[in-house]
């Protein structure tokens, strides 16, 4: 069985969010590594590779662009 996933996360893959995509957050170059992980609705994270280590992260997705995906349902 697998899970539905949610609007949210749909939305957040649609702006770049999606395992694969190369990003740069918190003026850091990111290739991630999973799918959004929906913690709270303020709080949502990926798992992704720092390009300069190496190392794998979780970071946190910003606070204007989750504003941005859930305003985009509306």
Same mark, same amino acid.
């Given at each position: 069985m697998t899970? #539905? @996933? /949610? @609007?949210? #996360?749909? /939305?957040?893959q649609n702006l770049?969010?999606?395992?694969?995509?190369q990003l740069k957050l918190y003026g850091q170059n990111f290739e991630v590594a999973s799918e @959004?992980? +929906?913690? #709270?609705?303020?709080? +949502?994270?990926?798992?992704a590779i720092e390009k300069k280590t190496g190392k794998m992260k979780r970071v946190r997705i910003p606070l204007p662009i989750l504003k941005m995906a859930t305003d985009q349902a509306a």
């Open positions: 899970a #539905t @996933p /949610r @609007p949210l #996360t749909v /939305r957040l770049g969010f999606k395992q694969g995509s @959004p992980m +929906v913690v #709270t609705d303020d709080l +949502v994270l990926v798992d």
